[in-house]
């Protein structure tokens, strides 16, 4: 990462003087805020992360599940030191309900010491807990020195649904493309061992009557009508939630993002999360995902054993593991399992390399 250095030409009101300023952005900083994160993360301004009208759905528009600020800065005499954004979250349990972000576009200047640090701490003091949710190598390392604990480890499972697509049309094949062709067409042929007999699922409008109540166990993050209404508008994905079903009773949810190639498996949630119940889930969102040709692959998330062993089931590989690490202000209790999926973070819409 190089230094970064953000020229204004007229200091904003209140940035001026030789002490920080930590406020919220707004539509405005829009050509400033995407300078800064293109140098941080040194990448072009091209980047699909920072795609203005993405940039805009993440961090500005409004949003019925959550009506606070998603994008901070750091600045002084105008400059931008640090940034964050944030994915929020809500964790329930018996105890209380805590609410809580996932640092998203967190970038800081290196010129500027103790800046990413100075806005982890301010945002603790407005949220009962922060996570993160993998990350670069520099943040994995980071992580841990600022106070952050890891609670588990998130699997990353794949299969191919179209194995001789190629994700950069065009490009050249090479011996090392004949071999991974060949492993996903075997790969592919193999059967899921766990059938989904007598499961259905059928696609509804996140805010439609039939959609008013999540079912979730206490083990996932919940995620209200509201949060896939607002997933739905995001430009960079597109976001399907579908009711599942066996004879003829509600069964619980499913959710699909396709983007970039790739259907994943936004979240599960079940009234009855059990083992096979959960199998049945990943098995039903690969049926849906083969009916959109704009996708080659399928992809979940799940940070348990037993989500782990139903997407195995499924028919689904691991294919990666990322760590989840927790900062919390409050005697949060995160009582095993803790299930994070795809919902609780920006893999939603994100790009992501290819897992097959």
């Known amino acids: 990462m190089t230094p970064v250095t953000i020229e204004r030409a007229a200091p904003r009101t209140g940035s001026a003087g030789t002490s920080p300023v930590f406020r919220a952005t707004s539509p405005e900083d829009e050509a400033l805020l995407i300078a800064f994160l293109a140098r941080a993360f040194a990448m072009d301004t091209t980047a699909p992360f920072l795609d203005p009208p993405l940039m805009r759905w993440k961090f500005w528009q409004p949003r019925d599940d959550f009506h606070g600020p998603r994008s901070f800065v750091l600045e002084r005499d105008g400059r931008i030191q640090a940034h964050v954004g944030l994915w929020p979250a809500v964790i329930e349990r018996p105890e209380g309900r805590f609410t809580g972000i996932q640092m998203i576009d967190w ?157 994943r498996v936004a979240g599960v949630w079940l009234a009855k999360p059990s083992a096979e119940n959960l199998a049945a889930a990943f098995g039903l969102a690969q049926h849906m995902a083969r009916t959109d040709w704009s996708v080659a692959e399928v992809t979940a998330m799940g940070s348990t054993t037993g989500s782990e062993a139903a997407a195995i089931a499924a028919g689904l590989r691991i294919r990666e593991r990322r760590p989840v690490y927790m900062l919390a202000r409050k005697a949060l209790v995160l009582r095993a399992p803790a299930e994070f999926q795809i919902a609780d973070d920006d893999a939603c819409f994100r790009y992501e390399t290819p897992f097959t």
């Open 107 to 263: 970038a800081s200047d290196p010129a500027a010491p103790g800046a990413g640090a100075s806005v982890v701490r301010r945002l603790l003091q407005q949220y009962d807990f922060i996570y993160s949710i993998g990350g670069s190598e520099m943040t994995r390392r980071v992580l841990p020195a600022l106070g952050f604990q890891k609670i588990a480890d998130a699997w990353i499972a794949a299969r191919p649904l179209r194995p001789i697509a190629r994700r950069v049309p065009g490009a050249r094949l090479g011996w090392k493309s004949y071999a991974r062709i060949a492993r996903n067409l075997w790969w592919w042929l193999s059967p899921a061992s766990t059938a989904s007999s007598g499961w259905t699922a059928r696609p509804v409008v996140p805010g439609s009557e039939d959609h008013e109540r999540w079912m979730s166990n206490v083990a996932t993050i919940p995620r209200s009508a509201a949060f896939f209404n607002y997933l739905s508008r995001c430009p960079a994905a597109a976001v399907r939630v579908y009711a599942m079903g066996r004879g003829g009773e509600h069964q619980g949810h499913v959710a699909l993002s396709a983007a970039h190639g790739q259907a």
